[in-house]
């Protein structure tokens, strides 16, 4: 169940980032990757939407014939399954290209809070 906490966060991010990051800087990894698991499954249903929406035209595009419902319904579901499955992958391998570069441009130094 998507907790109030998870939804004022995504909030936050969305219409004022910069105090949000402020609050958020003491939560786990866990209760991050939480909020972030509800986040991309909001963003991949829209993303599957828009795709079973505007198949139409993407097959035109392509110069296949025009979709039936249930191929565009599949197909809309494959979609926002991929996108939710990759940006969850992604998030990992991003945050490990961040670290390594940080550290490759000589971030070794503790950091502290002032």
Wanted: with cysteine; net charge positive.
């Amino acid at each position: 169940m998507l907790k109030v906490a998870c939804v004022r966060k995504i909030k936050g991010f969305i219409l004022d980032p910069l105090r949000t990051i402020n609050d958020c800087k003491n939560e786990t990894l866990d209760e991050a990757m939480e909020c972030y698991k509800y986040f991309m499954a909001i963003i991949s249903v829209i993303i599957a939407l828009f795709f079973i929406m505007n198949s139409n035209e993407i097959y035109s595009f392509l110069g296949s014939g025009t979709p039936g419902i249930t191929a565009r319904i599949g197909l809309g579901f494959i979609i926002g399954l991929i996108v939710f499955v990759f940006s969850i992958i992604g998030i990992w391998i991003e945050g490990a290209f961040i670290h390594i570069g940080v550290y490759l441009l000589g971030g070794k130094k503790v950091l502290t809070r002032q």
